[in-house]
């Protein structure tokens, strides 16, 4: 046998795996192949959607389930032994294993990230087939890099959770797993985890307290919230497995007698030490309490939650959060300390297990020259609306232009109208009273929807007993209804709606933490119903946080306001949730009007140091325009792309192609035309992006190859008809008759119609025109079977871009 001959499976097979027994590895324990640890990056297409390719390591070894210690990248003979090491260490930075092997069949390079080899070993020691590290010494020297002695070695192994469906946690949620075993193990009492909204915290957190609490490191669990709905989605759904041994604190005498207790922080903190129903345990009753949502009130010093952590003070805390907050005053980090892992939701994007996005900015008149009103002009309700330049801060807050909130809800609503009416849409208020005026205007602006079903749109605020009964069916994928949600605050968080395509933004948002726990509405994929991306409608600038570096980097330390701003910045949950009931509340600078107005209780910018009501003016009164809307994407860099699409689509084909010759030697030597589509797409063109821009312009739609010669290169196009009829011209199909013929001339019109894409697909013989012209067997055979086929389609592809 010619090893040199041999597919990388057939080295891995006959080579490798061999060397891994002769090693002592079990390789039905301890050896995996072909590891897909990520999904793929979605690639979104206009109103369609692609996939980018999973990354998958050849072999990844375990020192038990769950616990991976190495990875090997295996690769053809003909290529040197060390061809595959890059590749192998980017996935060991991602699964976290310090020994990284490379293979060609003929030996290993081994790469050593743990640091825990002899002093003079190299950082990279080539090695013979039959040389391989046994178990045993890949083990020891990987706890002395997790810095585990023996006992914490046993603590650290804990079992996981196997309910027997076959559900293993993600790569992320094993390293976030893991880390945290092995940090509770060394003794470590606070811990933080941070991981992106949508990406599994309530599930790796039952696998944490599971893993401690079967081995009995853990014997009594408190866990931590401020919302019902995150206690009970909870309990019902991924801590369901603890079964009798769980129970949710509900008020009066608590029973002692269970091992797992959830709760409503609010539910056993009063207002006072004296009501304060945690008292009812003793000190050492938790040996583990964690802490979901943790930003929202641990970390700061004078808050209820830190009576309830200072006074179980002997357990081990566990903060989880997707957000951080970092200011002077209050610190996640000083708390709990740097996180143990973080996942963010640009790693999430990047791996396909989160929604990417694309953002349609508005800006409307008023917001940006400001209104002035006419000296002594009234509002609806009589009061003189106060001489002085209101502009977007105002809006909906202190002045409400009934005009503004009938163009956001015509808006929204031509939206939906042009993609989909059934879509679920959630739209951000400022408060309570925004959101029931855009009920109103987003029901009159729909009314044969709201005929349809009367929850086509309902208002979801903790004031509102009906629309709160409505939230699980908001947020259940199988049910219709509700379609558009308004709320102020009570959907911020804790809400997992999966089915989500839509989020606008019609509030004025400052706080990076409330920013982030909004955009994360939207990031879950459902692939059963189709959501894989969505879109963010901006109408008060709330997404230029998305250029602030703390969207999506590393938390920060410590948080500097500029002048004259407050330290604390608006909490993620200022306007409800403070009472353990979900209800809607004013800002902390603010009391409630009847009617749901708000005033200043500080005199603030009021003349004289009096309060200053919100103004209600007609639409009558004040008119409201649209100045400019633009549409942003996501790109491939996990930012969204601010250039022209023109120079940051050039940007993007010359990453890939350095010249105009080198790309067409790819696209000229592709077997299908849709591989270097998708490449390119992957790279970040959006294509429909491009062809809208040129149809708004008026031009033609243009082939792929067309846009990219164009747009990277500099170089006349030709429309597909062209193309199409350049072909034509040549005469090609003279050597066809009958039936052949009439197939390639078909294809010749779809390649016109519909481009390159479709007439590579050999389902196309299914559609009309070309099932007039017989079965899809019998066009095949007429052009000679299915490598005639092909070799026809390559034979006009070559005519088209000769």
């Known amino acids: 046998m010619d090893k040199h001959t041999l597919s990388e499976q057939d080295i891995s097979t006959k080579f490798i795996i061999p060397a891994l027994q002769q090693a002592g590895w079990d390789i039905q324990r301890q050896v995996r192949e072909q590891v897909t640890f990520t999904k793929g990056r979605v690639i979104v297409r206009g109103n369609l959607h692609t996939r980018g390719n999973g ?24 290529l040197a ?139 009594r669990i408190l866990f931590l919230a401020d919302r019902n709905i995150l206690v009970d989605q909870t309990r019902t759904n991924d801590f369901k497995p603890f079964g009798a041994a769980m129970t949710k604190i509900t008020g009066g005498k608590i029973d002692k007698s269970y091992e797992v207790y959830l709760s409503l922080y609010q539910a056993v903190a009063g207002a006072d030490e004296a009501s304060d129903l945690y008292r009812q345990f003793s000190p050492e009753f938790f040996d583990l309490v964690v802490i979901d949502e943790c930003h929202r009130g641990s970390a700061a010093e004078d808050s209820a939650w830190r009576r309830i952590l200072d006074y179980f003070g002997s357990a081990t805390h566990i903060g989880l959060t997707a957000t951080p907050k970092e200011t002077h005053d209050i610190s996640s980090l000083g708390y709990f300390g740097e996180p143990v892992y973080s996942y963010s939701l640009k790693q999430g994007i990047a791996d396909g297990f989160l929604a990417p996005y694309k953002v349609v900015r508005f800006d409307l008149d008023r917001d940006l020259q400001g209104w002035r009103p006419p000296k002594g002009m009234r509002d609806q309700r009589g009061e003189v609306i106060e001489d002085r330049i209101y502009n977007l801060k105002d809006m909906d807050r202190s002045l409400v232009l009934e005009a503004r909130t009938l163009l956001v809800a015509r808006k929204l609503t031509e939206f939906l109208n042009a993609t989909d009416p059934m879509q679920k849409t959630i739209v951000f208020c400022s408060d309570i009273d925004h959101a029931e005026r855009m009920r109103q205007a987003l029901v009159n602006l729909n009314p044969e929807q709201v005929r349809r079903n009367r929850k086509y749109v309902m208002r979801i605020t903790g004031d509102d007993v009906e629309g709160k009964a409505e939230l699980d069916n908001f947020i ?296 007039r012209f017989g079965a899809p067997v019998e066009l095949m055979q007429a052009l000679g079977g299915k490598g005639g086929f092909e070799r026809a389609v390559r034979e006009l592809e070559a005519q088209l871009y000769a």
């Open 55 to 78: 990354r998958r390591a050849d072999i990844v070894l375990y020192h038990q389930p769950h616990q991976p210690i190495a990875v090997i990248e295996v690769k053809k003979a003909t």
């Open 81 to 219: 032994v060390g061809a595959g090491m890059q590749q192998a260490l980017d996935y060991a930075e991602s699964l976290q294993v310090p020994f990284v092997f490379s293979t060609n069949g003929c030996g290993f390079l081994f790469h050593d990230r743990s640091g825990t080899g002899a002093p003079t070993d190299t950082l990279e020691t080539a090695l013979a087939l039959d040389a391989f590290p046994d178990p045993d010494t890949l083990w020891r020297r990987w706890c002395l890099w997790r810095g585990l002695d023996a006992e914490q070695q046993a603590r650290a192994l804990a079992p996981y959770h196997d309910d027997g469906s076959g559900r293993a946690p993600r790569y992320y949620q094993l390293n976030a797993i893991n880390r945290t075993l092995e940090a509770v193990a060394r003794g470590q009492h606070r811990l933080l985890l941070v991981m992106a909204t949508g990406t599994g915290k309530t599930y790796t957190a039952f696998q944490i307290i599971w893993r401690l609490w079967k081995s009995g490191q853990k014997r």
């Open 476 to 771: 259940d994928p199988e049910s219709d209804w509700p379609v558009i949600a308004t709320t102020s605050k009570l959907m911020t968080t804790g809400v997992d709606a999966q089915t989500c395509k839509l989020i606008v933004l019609d509030q004025h948002i400052q706080s990076m933490t409330e920013f982030k726990q909004i955009i994360g509405r939207g990031t879950r994929i459902n692939e059963d119903h189709g959501k894989f991306w969505f879109t963010i409608m901006d109408f008060k600038k709330a997404t230029e946080l998305f250029a602030d570096p703390a969207f999506d980097g590393e938390p920060v330390q410590v948080y500097t306001p500029g002048d004259g701003e407050s330290p604390v910045p608006p909490d993620a949950v200022e306007a409800e949730a403070q009472n353990g009931d979900d209800t809607d509340h004013p800002p902390s600078d603010q009391e409630a009007l009847p009617g749901g107005d708000f005033m200043t209780t500080d005199g603030g910018d009021a003349p004289n140091g009096g309060k200053r009501v919100k103004y209600v003016v007609s639409g009558s009164a004040v008119s409201v325009s649209v100045v400019s809307e633009r549409v942003q994407y996501y790109g491939p860099d996990g930012k969204l792309i601010t250039e022209s699409l023109r120079d940051y689509t050039r940007s993007c084909v010359h990453r890939q192609f350095a010249s105009l010759d080198d790309f067409l030697r790819r696209w000229n030597g592709a077997d299908q035309k849709k591989a270097v589509i998708d490449e390119l797409a992957a790279q970040g063109v959006i294509w429909e992006a491009l062809q809208e821009e040129l149809t708004a312009r008026g031009r033609p739609a243009l082939d792929p190859f067309d846009l990219v010669c164009h747009i990277a290169f500099d170089r006349p196009p030709l429309t597909r008809r062209e193309r199409a009829d350049s072909v034509r011209k040549r005469d090609l199909f003279a050597k066809y008759e009958g039936t052949a013929r009439q197939v390639l001339e078909a294809l010749l019109d779809k390649y016109a119609d519909a481009g390159i894409e479709p007439i590579e697909d050999r389902r196309i013989l299914t559609l009309d025109p070309f099932s």
